[in-house]
């Protein structure tokens, strides 16, 4: 019982509260006054709101594909190395242990336009080096390489481990009747994965919507006109910049809402295609 209790108030109270100050101009040093949806209707009007979507868009694409689709094909080729797999496992795996702010010195470092060694890089094959960091086109990706580099090993590692409980039988039965590699990959593997891919898949939509740390540290949602702006950026500078506190709670109900949506809908889906293949 004092669990619960303890768990309740840690977890539920903030949601409690923040959806109370949605409804509320907020005073730090005074009373707060209630202003009904006012806050509700400044978000229409937010120009923040078109360019925070278009970001959270294209945050996902680049999240989708560098860490999504590309730890599959590692998994498979390091399931098919027959020497050194704990060595590799290792490696990508190293990583996700490093904390999120020496991270971001260290690939400040690789992405500075002057000295970084990706530029360094480039130059080595006459390749102009970049603005990685302050180039608008080129933002976004550089981030979600950071947020992907973090999280590669983990995310391969899952591949991986349900790979290998595809049993070896069927492998090698289709191996008998002449399957190429890329027909065992696509009739044997890619369906046995298909559930932990549907899986991470809303699991690395949720997380890159609620993505912070990243920006925050390299960019502060710029460069320019804020082309790395993420929905809890925004909620953070809202809250601690202007402290705008029940504006800040708006924005945090709302994304809260469409986070719960959006996992309903996946375990909706889910269940139906589920029920259809037990049918």
Same mark, same amino acid.
């Given at each position: 019982?004092?669990?619960?209790?303890?768990?309740?108030?840690?977890?539920?109270?903030?949601?409690?509260?923040a959806f109370q100050m949605s409804f509320q101009e907020v005073s730090l040093i005074g009373e707060s006054k209630n202003?009904?949806?006012?806050?509700?209707?400044?978000m229409k009007k937010d120009p923040a709101r078109k360019?925070?979507?278009?970001?959270?868009?294209?945050? $996902?694409?680049? +999240? %989708?594909l560098l860490g999504y689709a590309v730890p599959v094909v590692v998994a498979i080729l390091v399931r098919e190395i027959r020497f050194g797999k704990g060595f590799f496992r290792i490696v990508y795996f190293l990583p996700s242990v490093v904390p999120v702010s020496i991270a971001v010195i260290v690939w400040r470092f690789i992405y500075d336009p002057d000295s970084g060694i990706l530029n360094e890089f480039l130059e080595l094959f006459g390749i102009k080096?970049?603005?990685?960091?302050?180039?608008?086109?080129? $933002?976004?990706? +550089? %981030?979600?390489a950071v947020m992907t580099w973090g999280t590669f090993g983990t995310t391969t590692l899952i591949y991986l481990s349900s790979l290998l409980?595809?049993?070896?039988?069927?492998y090698e039965a289709a191996e008998l009747d002449g399957a190429s590699p890329l027909m065992r990959i696509?009739?044997?593997?890619?369906?046995?994965?298909?559930p932990v891919m549907s899986l991470l898949f809303v699991?690395?939509?949720?997380?890159?919507?609620?993505v912070f740390t990243e920006p925050f540290l390299f960019t502060k949602g710029g460069p320019g006109r804020r082309e790395t702006l993420t929905p809890v950026l925004h909620i953070y500078n809202r809250a601690f910049g202007r402290a705008d506190m029940g504006y800040a709670a708006a924005w945090s109900v709302v994304l809260v809402i469409v986070l719960v949506a959006f996992s309903t809908f996946?375990?909706?889906?889910n269940r139906r295609i589920a029920a259809r293949q037990e049918n």
């Amino acid at each position: 019982m004092p669990a619960i209790i303890v768990f309740a108030l840690v977890a539920w109270y903030p949601i409690v509260r923040a959806f109370q100050m949605s409804f509320q101009e907020v005073s730090l040093i005074g009373e707060s006054k209630n202003v009904g949806f006012e806050n509700y209707e400044l978000m229409k009007k937010d120009p923040a709101r078109k360019i925070i979507f278009e970001n959270s868009i294209e945050f $996902a694409s680049w +999240s %989708i594909l560098l860490g999504y689709a590309v730890p599959v094909v590692v998994a498979i080729l390091v399931r098919e190395i027959r020497f050194g797999k704990g060595f590799f496992r290792i490696v990508y795996f190293l990583p996700s242990v490093v904390p999120v702010s020496i991270a971001v010195i260290v690939w400040r470092f690789i992405y500075d336009p002057d000295s970084g060694i990706l530029n360094e890089f480039l130059e080595l094959f006459g390749i102009k080096g970049q603005l990685w960091l302050y180039d608008p086109k080129l $933002a976004k990706p +550089s %981030i979600v390489a950071v947020m992907t580099w973090g999280t590669f090993g983990t995310t391969t590692l899952i591949y991986l481990s349900s790979l290998l409980d595809i049993p070896t039988e069927l492998y090698e039965a289709a191996e008998l009747d002449g399957a190429s590699p890329l027909m065992r990959i696509r009739h044997i593997t890619l369906p046995h994965l298909a559930p932990v891919m549907s899986l991470l898949f809303v699991l690395q939509i949720l997380a890159v919507v609620q993505v912070f740390t990243e920006p925050f540290l390299f960019t502060k949602g710029g460069p320019g006109r804020r082309e790395t702006l993420t929905p809890v950026l925004h909620i953070y500078n809202r809250a601690f910049g202007r402290a705008d506190m029940g504006y800040a709670a708006a924005w945090s109900v709302v994304l809260v809402i469409v986070l719960v949506a959006f996992s309903t809908f996946y375990q909706i889906v889910n269940r139906r295609i589920a029920a259809r293949q037990e049918n």
